[in-house]
């Protein structure tokens, strides 16, 4: 897994401490040993065509050993069958041991989740508002409103109504650090049951009932209780039931073929060819690569809600993203100081500075340091100054001074309005230096004193470092990314050339992600995007690939089909190539296991028909038929444990173009699917007939 | 090998090369029913008969309805000819007393799928069973009729690929109409006088008895021939007009005539990947699927070639006295094509679908012969029938971009066109077809007494090789027999019947839904994400993957047939 090696340069520092969901590795293999007999149980067996066949034929194996003539006189002894019989059985358990392992590590994840939600009383707020009555939080309903306190399990998933306090969200996304929830924002509104209140209380409204909450959903997802095949998966399952007929026609036509030219087979050895020859490789170890895709997604913190939408993010042709915390550091940083109107850099930084002293957010401190810098002079006596703060209908912010001296900052045209309405006048050059940042891909901000206009600051977005190398990568792997952006198109076209995307969007509404989505897809694409806010569902929803960070609404994350629990948006990047990951596995198997027949035919024919003398076919020169028969299926049973560490983890992904990928991957796998089991079989001949077993 | 020999292998590949592309140009512009030079001629006539049979040629089918219209074509031209074979001894011209074989049932029926199926497998002689009426109304007009069937399939099948959001193929009608108008009658002709001037006969005289040098008498068949070897070939059909087929020196008098009716077996199936490539909008496509199709063909011709070149072991054992240089394997072989022309033909007819050998590839030294053998066995993808060859590599190319794709970490799709569940099942179900009927029907015969009747010179290796010979051959459409088996029975007239029809109908009719379930579906935009198929490497995992499904399902038989035999001949 590479992702997970290599540092990635798109994640925030908070994501960067993060460490992968570890999970506990001893008690998995115990139990999948265990599970590898349950699951031998033909009822679930039958739903793996290949695997289901081999268990017919163990049975076969199985009754010939007990009486070798069941079926009439034949060559071929109790001791070959009985191994041949032994070999199959363990090929199933293999098989089914990949599965389990897979599985098991699902389990462990769940269980680590299922600690954290336990019963708790909770603080029913009963009708009238003030009273309080202690419950369990089982009998909590949806609609219902509790009070948590400091110290609480939050009973359920709800949303702040009133209050603000820090809630400690570890237990689903691994995050130590306390996060801020308070009443009104989008984003910083809703809790998660099972998360614990650390500081004062909050009054919540229950949005879900109990076991359908966040983390319930969670734990039936990992578990991957509701698994289904993925459009893939069955077609390749089609695939493999297909050879699988092409394989019991050919090994049930032999018997007429080989009395008809003098040189009968038991039967045996039939079923050692056929099971030889049926795709057990990828057949026992594909529904292994698809959970493992899953719980590989998941070690990212990621919630996948199908398998589904794994392999569709490995297949997405169209990446959307907002530009805001995903392209750019979340926050804008003051860059330079625009003096307009005859007044110099030191008078405006002042003003600034002054402007921006109650201003707490990224761009105000920003502008504070910067103006400091600059030498901005402590003019402006700030004892009992207010502050003035930002809404979206003035677009300003500011200080009143206690001597009536109005400072403020904001939106150039609302600057220029303000000043307007108060009898000022706008500097002729204003517009000038407006236009020169927005030409530098800035945001302008006008800052005035009374009705006079002091200058511009510019307000610089900044590309996280590392962006546009993902970009590039994306580029090669043929996905298109598409940058939104609230922003003027001069500013967004700036952004966009730096970060290095394909496209951008201006001025973007809600409704233009949607627009650009389905325009997307009616060219046959599939589209990923990521979104927190309510705004964003219906275009979650609409996405193939819709990931909703957890930090955002309810209504986003049940429209996405993923939720990043580190609310990382880069994050899309890693899914997307465990995706193609998941994929890759599955094809490289698939062509591994078919190219391994072409040697196993060269192991068992020969030997099966020695008595027609066709003995220079064993170019391997096995020592015996029965050695060469025993080694062919020793190697075929041997190879699904080989490989259960790589379907797991998944084969490497390079962000090649499609043809050298293919050539590494024909060569690695195709290639080496021919040359390595004539070695191992080579192998595992001369040690069967070291130990004399044949 | 032989310089002269190689040197005739590598004209001919280039004349092939060199007519892909004006042929394949010209087949696009008339099924796309666009301006050519036999418009003036030849759209007065279509609108005849586009009036006389009421066809709309605006008219668009669905696959199901193309499917119908196809087999019930078929079913008609079946039909028909099982009328004429059955009723030839009471029509007209039917007196000659050389007609020996009586056309019984099985055979009148199983000869009526024959032709209708392209395959022309031929469980009788034609000089003794055919009069020349049969020949002429009935087997003649089969090869054009059937052969333009095989083609319209094609076309509809390139339309799936090609067309976006439509359940539409074509109009069956319209393209069997052009397809006969436009491509077969003008080149038969063309092809048939070349012949004529050859030396070949177009004549309704009766037999000629004459009085051989050694003073024996002998019978010289007569007939049309030159109408119908021509067309036998270009639609890759290959029942020849005397039961020696194109060894007969009426059917192929000279070096000259066989390079040309070789030429016409692989030209159009070879033009056809043009056709494709310049439909699709992709002129590499098809050029690549040529060069899969022409380096495996190439490779059967030098491999067949230099095995014919060495002398059979056990002969060699006999003369070793005598120090000579290999004189190579001339068993069954015709002097006047020496091995080289032999080689030639056995490599064309059997890649070709058409049936219309010009040696014995029963007298082939084992590994020789097993070349046909794979070949066919492998679908008839190397150039492959009229047709119907394109969509059997495109379908192989499909299950090598279901592996290759995934490989590249995408879901797979060809051509912008994605390969899921419903084309995969498609494609399943039509590599299952061949595997299915062909071993299935080979063991019937092996433990039949009806089956075993049939070896009435070989047994063991060979005998199986024959079996297998004929099966492969009959659902291959291809209709060359490896001479032998005596398959005028009606064990073998049913079963191989049988197995024609499943490889045209079955086949023809999956490769339709197939086409239709592309045709549904947006052509995605091809990105630098997407899998380019016109490349070296991909051309190289689609041999490798014809190989391996081909390999698979074969390799057990072929041990115990030609392999064995090979070793056992060499010990």
């Known amino acids: ?694 | 090998m032989s310089w002269p020999n190689l040197l005739q292998y590598a004209v001919f590949l280039l004349i092939v090369a060199l007519l892909v592309k004006p042929t394949g140009t010209y087949l696009a512009l008339v099924f796309e029913g666009e301006k050519t030079l036999l418009d003036p001629l030849l759209r007065p006539v279509e609108r005849l008969l586009f009036r006389l049979f009421g066809i709309d040629a605006t008219e668009q089918m669905d696959w199901k309805r193309y499917a119908l219209c196809f087999t019930l074509f078929g079913l008609l031209g079946t039909l028909l000819l099982y009328s004429l074979l059955r009723f030839q001894s009471v029509l007209a011209g039917s007196s000659s007393a050389y007609l020996t074989t009586p056309l019984t049932p099985d055979l009148a029926a199983n000869t009526a799928i024959s032709f209708a199926t392209t395959t022309t497998w031929q469980a009788y002689g034609g000089e003794s069973t055919m009069t020349y009426l049969s020949q002429m109304v009935g087997l003649c007009a089969q090869n054009f009729l059937a052969g333009a069937a095989g083609l319209a399939l094609g076309i509809a099948f390139i339309r799936g690929l090609v067309r976006q959001q439509t359940e539409m193929l074509g109009n069956f009608w319209v393209d069997i109409v052009r397809a006969t108008l436009w491509v077969l009658l003008p080149l038969s002709l063309l092809g048939g006088i070349v012949l004529v001037w050859q030396g070949v006969p177009l004549n309704f005289d009766a037999y000629t008895p004459i009085t051989t040098l050694e003073g024996r008498q002998q019978i010289i068949a007569q007939g049309p021939v030159a109408a119908l070897e021509f067309i036998k070939n270009l639609g890759t059909n290959g029942g020849g007009f005397f039961n020696v087929n194109a060894a007969h020196p009426y059917e192929n008098p000279t070096p000259l005539t066989n390079f040309l009716e070789m030429l016409a077996i692989v030209v159009l199936p070879a033009a056809f990947t043009h056709t494709f490539g310049r439909l699709i909008g992709r002129p590499k496509e098809g050029w690549v699927l040529f060069g899969v199709m022409t380096a495996l063909f190439l490779a059967g011709l030098l491999a067949c070639g230099w095995v014919e070149q060495t002398d059979n072991p056990r002969i060699a054992a006999l003369v070793s006295s005598v120090s000579s240089p290999p004189s190579g394997n001339l068993e069954g072989k015709e002097i006047r094509f020496g091995i080289g022309g032999s080689v030639l033909g056995a490599i064309a007819t059997s890649n070709g679908a058409t049936g219309s050998y010009n040696s014995m590839h029963d007298s082939y030294l084992p590994l020789g012969g097993a070349v046909p053998l794979v070949n066919m066995l492998l679908g008839e993808i190397i150039y492959g029938g009229l047709g119907t060859g394109l969509y059997s590599i495109i379908i192989v190319q499909v299950v090598a971009l279901f592996l290759a794709g995934l490989m590249v970490g995408s879901v797979p799709e060809y051509l912008g066109k994605r390969i899921g569940v419903a084309e995969v099942k498609l494609v399943a179900l039509y590599t299952l077809l061949g595997p299915m009927v062909v071993l299935i029907l080979t063991a019937l015969a092996v433990v039949t007494a009806g089956g075993k009747a049939g070896l009435t010179t070989n047994d063991g290796f060979h005998g199986l090789t024959e079996i297998l010979y004929a099966y492969i051959s009959s659902f291959a459409n291809n209709g060359q027999n490896f001479a032998g088996l005596s398959a005028n029975s009606t064990f073998y007239n049913l079963t191989t019947s049988f197995a024609m029809i499943i490889g045209r109908y079955g086949q023809g009719v999956v490769a339709l839904a197939l086409a239709a379930q592309f045709a549904k579906q947006v052509r995605r935009p091809f990105t630098s994400g997407s899998l380019p198929t016109a490349t070296v490497q991909f051309a190289g995992f689609l041999i490798a993957t014809i190989f391996i499904v081909g390999g698979l399902s074969y390799f057990p038989v072929l041990a115990l047939g030609p392999f064995a035999e090979h070793i056992r001949l060499s010990r």
Request: with cysteine; net charge neutral; charged share 20%.
């Open chain 1, 1 to 694: 897994m590479q992702t997970s090696t290599k540092p990635n340069p798109l994640k925030t520092p908070e994501s960067s401490k993060l460490q992968r969901r570890k999970v506990d590795g001893t008690g998995i293999y115990r139990r999948a040993i265990a599970e590898s007999f349950v699951k031998l149980n033909p009822l679930t067996l039958y739903k793996n065509p290949v695997m289901f066949v081999v268990l017919v034929g163990t049975l076969v194996t199985f009754a010939l050993t007990i009486n070798p003539d069941l079926f009439g006189s034949q060559p071929g002894t109790r001791l070959i069958n009985g191994l041949i019989t032994g070999i199959l059985f363990v090929t199933i358990l293999f098989a089914n041991f990949a599965e389990a392992v897979a599985e098991g590590r699902g389990k462990a994840q769940a269980d680590a989740l299922r600690r954290t939600k336990q019963d708790t009383l909770a603080r029913r707020i009963l009708p009238g508002g003030q009273k309080t009555e202690e419950v369990s939080s089982t009998q909590l309903r949806k609609g219902d409103f509790v009070r948590v306190i400091a110290g609480d399990l939050i009973p359920g998933d709800g949303e702040v109504l009133e209050g603000v306090a820090s809630v400690d969200e570890s237990a689903i996304t691994g995050e130590s650090a306390p996060v801020i929830k308070e009443p009104g924002s989008d984003v910083a509104s809703t809790v998660t049951g099972g998360t614990r209140i650390l500081s004062d209380s909050l009054v919540l409204r229950i949005t879900s009932n109990p076991g359908e909450g966040f983390i319930d959903r969670m734990i039936a997802l990992v578990e991957g209780a509701k698994r289904q095949k993925t459009p893939n998966e069955i077609a390749l399952t089609v695939l493999l039931a297909v050879l699988t007929e092409i394989f019991l026609i050919v090994v049930a036509t032999l018997p007429p073929f080989a009395n008809f030219v003098g040189a009968p087979v038991s039967i045996a050895t039939l079923i050692a060819l056929l099971v030889a020859l049926i795709p057990t490789t990828i057949g026992g170890l594909l529904s292994a690569i698809g959970i493992a895709g899953m719980d590989r997604v998941a070690q990212f913190n990621v919630i996948a809600t199908s398998g589904k939408a794994v392999e569709a993010a490995g297949d997405i042709g169209t990446l959307i993203l907002d530009k805001t915390g995903t392209i750019t550091l979340g926050n804008r940083l003051a860059d330079e100081f625009i003096p307009v109107g005859g007044h110099n850099g030191r008078e405006l930084a002042s003003v600034a500075r002054a402007a921006s002293m109650f201003d707490d957010t990224p761009e105000g401190k920003s502008v504070v340091k910067l103006a400091v810098s600059q030498g901005a002079t402590n003019g402006y006596n700030l004892d009992g100054a207010e502050s003035v703060q930002f809404t979206a209908q003035t677009r300003m912010s500011g200080t009143d001074l206690s001597n009536g001296v109005v400072l403020r900052k904001g939106a150039v045209d609302a600057i220029k309005r303000y000043v307007v309405d108060q009898g000022g006048e706008t500097p002729p050059d204003l517009d000038a230096a407006t236009e020169r940042v927005s030409l530098l891909g800035g945001t302008p901000l006008a800052v005035c004193e009374g009705k006079e206009i002091f200058g511009v600051i510019y307000l610089k977005d900044i590309v996280k470092p590392g962006i546009r190398q993902r970009f590039e990568e994306l580029r090669r792997m043929g996905i298109k990314t598409i940058m939104l952006t609230g922003d003027n198109r001069v500013t967004a076209s700036v952004i966009a050339a730096e970060a290095g995307v394909d496209e951008f969007i201006a001025e973007a509404t809600p409704e233009d992600k949607i627009r650009v989505i389905k325009e997307n897809q009616a060219q046959g694409k599939l589209v990923a995007m990521t979104g927190d806010g309510t705004n964003d569902a219906p275009a979650l929803a609409q996405a193939d690939v819709g990931v909703a960070m957890n930090s955002g609404t309810q209504a986003a994350k049940e429209a996405a089909n993923m939720v990043d629990l580190d609310s990382d948006p880069t994050k899309l990047l890693d899914v997307v190539t465990i995706g193609k990951q998941l994929l890759i596995t599955r094809g490289a198997l698939t062509t591994f296991s078919i190219a391994n027949d072409v040697s196993k035919y060269f192991a068992i024919i020969p030997a099966m028909f020695s008595a027609a003398g066709i003995g220079a076919l064993n170019v391997m020169g096995l020592t015996s038929p029965n050695s060469a028969i025993l080694s062919a299926l020793i190697f075929n049973a041997l190879i699904i444990p080989a490989l259960i560490p790589l379907a797991l983890k998944g084969v490497e992904f390079k962000p090649l173009s499609a043809n050298q990928l293919l050539t590494r991957n024909i060569l690695i796998y195709g290639v080496g699917g021919l040359i390595v089991p004539f070695i191992c079989i080579k192998l595992i001949d001369i040690v069967v007939t070291a130990i004399g077993l044949a």
